[in-house]
């Protein structure tokens, strides 16, 4: 079974920015020849945000690292997953509505127990 990176998104617009990540992450595929290597879930509304889930394989990420070298080096936060959520983030900020992503397990794992 494939190690993914799973990532909580909450957005104004489903739409738009499902098919922002839909298509960042299909054009790494085509960069690290990967394929069929990120899913995105449904959406759920609740007070007015779209809450959804996109699940990423760990190894397309290390292709990515690898490819950027020293760029991916340079990217904020503290290891891969960290430095992948900036650098998603980075590819699809301008291009679509609010939204957040954050790293599903931090989340489920809060100090605060709130999720």
Same mark, same amino acid.
């Given at each position: 079974?494939?190690?993914?990176?799973?990532?909580?998104?909450? %957005?104004? !617009?489903? !739409?738009?920015?499902?098919?922002?990540?839909?298509?960042?992450?299909?054009? #790494?595929?085509?960069?690290?020849?990967?394929?069929?290597?990120?899913v995105?879930? !449904?959406?759920?509304? %609740?007070?007015?945000?779209?809450?959804?889930?996109?699940?990423?394989?760990?190894?397309?990420?290390?292709?990515? %690292?690898?490819?950027?070298? !020293?760029?991916?080096?340079?990217?904020?936060?503290?290891?891969?997953?960290?430095?992948? #959520?900036?650098?998603?983030?980075?590819?699809i900020?301008?291009?679509?509505?609010?939204?957040? #992503? %954050?790293i599903?397990?931090?989340?489920?794992?809060?100090?605060?127990?709130?999720?």
């Amino acid at each position: 079974m494939q190690e993914r990176i799973n990532i909580n998104v909450s %957005a104004v !617009d489903y !739409d738009k920015t499902s098919k922002q990540i839909t298509s960042t992450l299909s054009l #790494l595929e085509e960069m690290v020849h990967g394929e069929d290597e990120f899913v995105i879930t !449904d959406s759920e509304f %609740a007070f007015g945000w779209h809450f959804f889930v996109v699940s990423v394989n760990r190894e397309v990420v290390n292709k990515l %690292a690898v490819q950027m070298g !020293d760029d991916f080096s340079r990217l904020k936060g503290k290891g891969v997953d960290k430095k992948f #959520l900036t650098w998603l983030t980075q590819k699809i900020e301008n291009k679509t509505p609010r939204f957040k #992503l %954050a790293i599903k397990e931090e989340m489920e794992s809060s100090k605060y127990g709130i999720f």
